[in-house]
């Protein structure tokens, strides 16, 4: 995934969490992230986050009730 489509998904996800009607709530099962730069994000309540998540900058990425299943943080950058 580029960084362009983890944007598009990003905005897509915080749409949703301010109820905009054009929002969608993020899945991000099976997504490669890796070396995506995921800093100050929102994914908090996202959809089955089962990604890759090798050399990630997840740095004030806000996760709270994210449904981490199975991620890989190996190499992610916090």
């Known amino acids: 995934m580029t960084q362009k489509e983890s944007n598009y998904i990003i905005k897509l996800h915080e749409m949703w969490l301010n109820n905009e009607v054009e929002g969608k709530r993020a899945n991000l099962s099976g997504a490669n992230l890796s070396g995506a730069n995921l800093s100050g994000a ?20 806000y996760l709270s009730k994210a449904y981490l299943s199975e991620v890989d943080l190996f190499g992610a950058n916090r």
């Open 42 to 61: 929102n994914l908090s309540y996202t959809d089955k986050f089962e990604s890759n998540l090798f050399n990630v900058t997840i740095s004030k990425a």
